[in-house]
Nanobody, 117 residues
Framework: QVQLVGSGGGLVQAGGSLRLSCQAS????????MGWYRQAPGKQRELVAT???????NYADFVKGRFTISRDNAKNTVYLQMNSLKPEDTAVYYC???????????WGQGTQVTVSS
């Protein structure tokens, strides 16, 4: 079993910053990709950013230039640095992982990010 535990959400004013963390634990043979999705009230869950095995990153257009995804391989942890936050970034942010040997992806429990105007 693999578990993802996310942290770092909270309340911040527009223009502020937050850093999310997500650590994978359990029986891990390798990590194909990890990333973050978000879901705002009444909306579908959407991709925010991912980082794959080789280090290549991918961002949704609405966060490019503001958010940065990174990882610490030794800690099986991925980070999402969020700068210049906007009220429309308010959502529950979910960590997501695709692991070697697993047929299905793993989701974290979600962490709330609220940006006030």
């Amino acid at each position: 079993q693999v578990q993802l535990v996310g942290s770092g959400g909270g309340l911040v004013q527009a223009g502020g910053s937050l850093r999310l963390s997500c650590q994978a634990s359990g029986t891990i043979f390798g990590i194909n990709a990890m990333g973050w999705y978000r879901q705002a009230p009444g909306k579908q869950r959407e991709l925010v950013a991912t980082i794959i095995r080789g280090g290549t990153t991918n961002y949704a257009d609405f966060v490019k230039g503001r958010f940065t995804i990174s990882r610490d391989n030794a800690k099986n942890t991925v980070y999402l640095q969020m700068n210049s936050l906007k009220p429309e970034d308010t959502a529950v942010y979910y960590c997501h992982g695709d692991f070697v040997g697993r047929l299905t992806a793993v989701w974290g429990q979600g962490t709330q990010v609220t940006v006030s105007s």
